[in-house]
């Protein structure tokens, strides 16, 4: 019999674990738990492993991983170093907007680990210009000005991309994805390099009943999720998205997980934690970094967050210095072939999380499109600019 493992961190297990069982006819398993929660758990006298350190290598013929999408990275990275063969990947977001009649295989989706590496989560920009413009975005959007990423240069890092991986999630995004006029174009070329995984859109919602009818049918058609993220002005429209979504059965979540907007998981506060000295410690800061497994492609690296791959926005337009080193992504371009050592490169600390503060630095979130300082990124940013003013007398 098949020795099976089930690796999640997220509490969703306990719901699905019955309908799992009956699926996959799962009858002998054992549980793993990510992370350092409850080594005390139990179920239905199983008890539930704490650390996949202490778990028994090459003993398991295949495992299912229940996550949401970006903490993936890791759980299937220890899995290889289990020496688990076959993962089934159950993307824990999408578990809230199933339908009654969907069982939960339709959101799982098996990867063979011993064809290529996993990557379990990536995300790239289709378009960098943004139409909310929020202070402080991450990606800097609302001080880019560059705007669509060409379909050549698209079609080369999804390329380059499965070459070497197979991928688990893929989120297209931006800045505002649904600003570019040739959307349906980039999701046929993603669809085409990556026939079997999720991907889904990540939008600002504000432009959706606007998608004209030739992408809405390439989303339908292609079993691409939108993923709408919840910013204030959602609210306003949330009745119309809902219309819209139901009249063209687009698949769908709102945030992280959510089925509706519900005004109190609307995102009203934002934070930054970049500042302008490698001063901290990386290891710590990776560790404790909500980003550290949000992977971004730009140009044929892969980062383990957007910041170091978009920095060279913020150096232009304020005249920052930050440094990004071949320490902090790896290189499909000059990749001779796929290993496992670039997934744990980027799952370690990378020298660029030196410039992030461990505590992070809360404000309200405000739509800022036109005169954004250096203080909208970085942690005292004021001071800094102030200092400089005083180095060189202007
Ligand atoms: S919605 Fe806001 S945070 Fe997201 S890309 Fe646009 S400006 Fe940036
Ligand atoms: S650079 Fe490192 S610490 Fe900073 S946001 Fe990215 S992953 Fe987090």
């Given at each position: 019999?098949?020795?099976?493992?089930?690796?999640?961190?997220?509490?969703?297990?306990?719901?699905?674990?019955?309908?799992?069982?009956?699926?996959?006819?799962?009858?002998?398993?054992?549980?793993?738990?990510?992370?350092?929660?409850?080594?005390?758990?139990?179920?239905?006298?199983?008890?539930?492993?704490?650390?996949?350190?202490?778990?028994?290598?090459?003993?398991?013929?295949?495992?299912?991983?229940?996550?949401e999408a970006p903490f993936v990275n890791k759980m299937v990275y220890e899995?290889?170093?289990?020496?688990?063969?076959?993962?089934?990947?159950?993307?824990?977001?999408?578990?809230?907007?199933?339908?009654?009649?969907?069982?939960?295989?339709?959101?799982?989706?098996?990867?063979?680990?011993?064809?290529?590496?996993?990557?379990?989560?990536?995300?790239?920009?289709?378009?960098?210009?943004?139409?909310?413009?929020?202070?402080?975005?991450?990606?800097?959007?609302?001080?880019?000005?560059?705007?669509?990423?060409?379909?050549?240069?698209?079609?080369?890092?999804?390329?380059?991309?499965?070459?070497?991986?197979?991928?688990?999630?893929?989120?297209?995004?931006?800045?505002?994805?649904?600003?570019?006029?040739?959307?349906?174009?980039?999701?046929?070329?993603?669809?085409?390099?990556?026939?079997?995984?999720?991907?889904?859109?990540?939008?600002?919602?504000?432009?959706?009943?606007?998608?004209?009818?030739?992408?809405?049918?390439?989303?339908?058609?292609?079993?691409?999720?939108?993923?709408?993220?919840?910013?204030?002005?959602?609210?306003?429209?949330?009745?119309?998205?809902?219309?819209?979504?139901?009249?063209?059965?687009?698949?769908?979540?709102?945030?992280?997980?959510?089925?509706?907007?519900?005004?109190?998981?609307?995102?009203?506060?934002?934070?930054?934690?970049?500042?302008?000295?490698?001063?901290?410690?990386?290891?710590?800061?990776?560790?404790?970094?909500?980003?550290?497994?949000?992977?971004?492609?730009?140009?044929?690296?892969?980062?383990?967050?957007?910041?170091?791959?978009?920095?060279?926005?913020?150096?232009?337009?304020?005249?920052?210095?930050?440094?990004?080193?071949?320490?902090?992504?790896?290189?499909?371009?000059?990749?001779?072939?796929?290993?496992?050592?670039?997934?744990?490169?980027?799952?370690?600390?990378?020298?660029?999380?030196?410039?992030?503060?461990?505590?992070?630095?809360?404000?309200?979130?405000?739509?800022?499109?036109?005169?954004?300082?250096?203080?909208?990124?970085?942690?005292?940013?004021?001071?800094?600019?102030?200092?400089?003013?005083?180095?060189?007398?202007?």
């Open positions: 019999m098949d020795n099976v493992l089930i690796y999640y961190n997220n509490d969703s297990l306990l719901y699905i674990i019955e309908d799992l069982k009956k699926l996959y006819g799962l009858r002998c398993f054992e549980i793993l738990r990510c992370g350092e929660r409850a080594s005390q758990e139990m179920y239905d006298s199983i008890p539930i492993l704490s650390d996949y350190r202490n778990v028994a290598k090459n003993k398991y013929s295949y495992a299912f991983v229940i996550s899995l290889h170093l289990l020496g688990v063969k076959t993962v089934y990947i159950l993307n824990a977001e999408y578990l809230p907007v199933l339908n009654n009649d969907e069982t939960i295989n339709k959101i799982i989706t098996k990867f063979d680990l011993s064809s290529k590496p996993l990557v379990g989560y990536v995300e790239t920009h289709v378009y960098n210009q943004c139409n909310l413009n929020c202070k402080g975005c991450t990606h800097f959007s609302n001080i880019d000005n560059s705007k669509a990423i060409s379909l050549m240069d698209f079609e080369k890092n999804m390329f380059l991309l499965s070459k070497f991986y197979n991928v688990n999630t893929l989120r297209l995004m931006g800045g505002e994805p649904l600003l570019n006029r040739d959307l349906d174009k980039y999701i046929l070329i993603a669809r085409k390099y990556f026939p079997f995984s999720n991907i889904d859109i990540a939008t600002n919602g504000l432009l959706i009943t606007r998608l004209p009818e030739e992408t809405i049918k390439v989303i339908t058609e292609n079993n691409i999720a939108l993923k709408v993220s919840l910013y204030l002005p959602v609210d306003k429209i949330k009745d119309k998205l809902e219309a819209f979504f139901s009249k063209h059965g687009i698949r769908h979540i709102y945030g992280n997980g959510c089925k509706q907007v519900d005004d109190n998981v609307l995102i009203r506060r934002f934070h930054k934690c970049l500042t302008l000295e490698k001063q901290f410690n990386a290891k710590y800061n990776c560790e404790n970094c909500f980003a550290r497994e949000c992977w971004f492609l730009k140009n044929g690296l892969i980062a383990k967050c957007v910041t170091p791959l978009q920095i060279e926005i913020l150096n232009r337009k304020f005249g920052t210095c930050f440094e990004v080193t071949d320490k902090d992504f790896i290189n499909l371009e000059t990749m001779s072939e796929s290993s496992w050592n670039d997934i744990n490169k980027l799952l370690s600390e990378n020298d660029f999380c030196k410039y992030c503060t461990p505590v992070k630095e809360e404000y309200e979130w405000e739509i800022k499109s036109s005169n954004q300082e250096l203080e909208d990124y970085i942690v005292g940013g004021r001071k800094y600019e102030k200092d400089k003013r005083n180095r060189t007398g202007l």
